[in-house]
């Protein structure tokens, strides 16, 4: 039998219907029939009883069974055996990710990865994009990922993989709304003068939106009255919707995508300070000048791929 069919008995077993057992395994009815009929030749006895319904495992069918678990299981168990020979004295590919991105990069990226690649170890540290960005200069970490400007970073290799809006946000009966309408697309102006009478749900220092935001109130010429300090942007977001004169926040694009339905977006609104959106790069990067690794330039051109 074709190496990669010799375990499809062991969902037949299980399932005691072809039909189930070939949704399974993602192949046709037929191709599973034959495949059973072809290995019950080469025993030269049945394994499955198909007056049945659902089927029934005859005798041999049973020993059979068995005998595939314990093959199976000993050859997984060599399978972990080589792999921890082969990666001995090895240390993992090292990856950090900002925590508030950790979710949307760990289901979108490692599981093809580690398909591909399953030799390779990953650990993953999380963080803030700032300090992500630090331990990937200290060497401590192969690659990192984090929210950068379009500065020039003379320790970094830097590869931008898409491009976020920051917004500024509010609660749409706020008075400096007024009840419009506004949106992503199509954010309300209001004069900086207005803002310094307001306050502002701030992260703290260690996050990146903590500098982005101060630069662009600085630029502005606004200062808050008040801040309240938060370092938790779906908690920010629930603040301001339940009381229209909570506040202020910068808040990047991607919460409202990922996390928050429509209704929630509707009971928002959307101001900016000139006629320039604020956006960022979300990036990944190296140490520059730091040898790069044969499994990390793997993951490099993995990720490269993916947000193509």
């Not at 580690?114 to 200069?137: D, L, Q």
């Not at 919460?255 to 990944?284: G, K, N, T």
């Amino acid at each position: 039998m074709n190496p990669g069919r010799r375990y499809y008995f062991i969902t037949i077993a299980e399932t005691l219907n072809i039909t189930r057992a070939a949704e399974q395994l993602m192949v046709s009815q037929p191709s599973l029939t034959q495949c059973l009929n072809k290995l019950e030749s080469d025993l030269e006895i049945k394994l499955v009883d198909r007056s049945f319904t659902p089927l029934r495992l005859t005798e041999a069918g049973h020993v059979y069974y068995d005998y595939l678990l314990k093959q199976r299981s000993a050859e997984e168990a060599l399978n972990a055996s080589l792999k921890r020979l082969r990666c001995k004295g090895r240390r993992p590919l090292m990856i950090g990710i900002p925590l508030q991105k950790s979710h949307e990069l760990i289901s979108r990226l490692l599981p093809d990865f580690s398909k591909e690649h399953p030799e390779v170890e990953v650990a993953i540290w999380e963080g803030t994009s700032s300090t992500v960005r630090e331990r990937v200069i200290k060497g401590e970490l192969d690659i990192g990922f984090g929210h950068i400007m379009d500065e020039v970073y003379d320790d970094c290799v830097v590869k931008h993989l898409n491009e976020e809006k920051i917004l500024i946000i509010c609660h749409r009966d706020n008075p400096i709304a007024q009840s419009r309408e506004t949106s992503e697309e199509n954010t309300l102006l209001v004069e900086p003068e207005a803002l310094s009478t307001q306050h502002f749900f701030q992260m703290s220092e260690e996050y990146y939106l903590y500098e982005v935001e101060a630069k662009h109130l600085k630029a502005h010429g606004v200062t808050p009255r008040s801040r309240t300090v938060m370092s938790n942007l779906h908690a920010i977001i629930s603040t301001i919707i339940a009381d229209p004169a909570s506040g202020f926040a910068y808040m990047p694009d991607y919460v409202m995508h990922e996390a928050w339905p429509s209704s929630v977006s509707d009971r928002l609104a959307y101001i900016r300070l000139d006629r320039q959106d604020i956006s960022w790069h979300f990036s990944m990067f190296r140490r520059r000048g730091q040898a790069v690794s044969k499994v990390a330039r793997l993951f490099w051109n993995s990720v490269d791929r993916a947000y193509k």
